[in-house]
């Protein structure tokens, strides 16, 4: 294996998504730094930073129809049976819902929470309020997909923050998707929301770190029943 090879094999991949806002950031970093050279490095930084941000790696998926995989990097910040949003057409009972909340240095790329056709996409405009507050569920800007699974129909709602301000979501209404595919992205800071149907149970506990694509939320078809977490 050559050196450039292994070079390239360890650097992670960028979005596409993100080139424009680096390229704007490294033209903002020269231009600052003719006025004051300090801040010519301050700027390389946060260049830097936003290269981070929008990294993109490989991730592997378990291939099982039964298991829910994070759509999101981030933390589980909630687990909970709530009514989903109307506009995804899941009806008026309670759902299991879980969520990951993403902060400015988690990886924002979205994934497919498991294998299936969507059958809605609904985008509704909203407030920016605190995506760790179980408000933004109802009041944030939001885009939601209806994915028609083994296990019936899931909704994955991408939600902006308080940073966020760009929702991206470039998959379409009847798209068949992969366990782990990706489809779509958030800018700066946002949550994901999982709505699952009777049967699915809990394999993430509140506050655990989740990695999108390959941690598993939620099971169908167990015995086992909910996976019940604990801090030492």
Known sequence: MS??????????????????FIAGFFVVSLLLGFLWEPLLWIGFILTAWCAYFFRDPERVTPVDDDLVISPADGRVSSIAHIVPP??????????????????VFNCHVNRAPMRGTITRIAYRAGQFV?????????DNERNGLVIETAHGAIGTVQIAGLVARRIICWSSQGEQLQAGQRFGLIRFGSRLDVFLPAGAEPRVSLG??????????AEFGSEKGPTLGRRD
């Open 3 to 20: 050196l450039i090879t292994s070079v390239r094999n360890t650097l992670v991949p960028i979005n596409k998504a993100g080139y424009p």
């Open 86 to 103: 109307e506009e995804l057409g899941l009806g008026f009972e309670p759902m299991l819902r879980i969520s990951v909340f993403m902060n």
């Open 130 to 138: 605190n995506a760790e507050l179980d408000k933004a569920s109802s």
């Open 208 to 217: 655990q770190l989740a990695i999108a694509g390959e941690t598993v939320l």
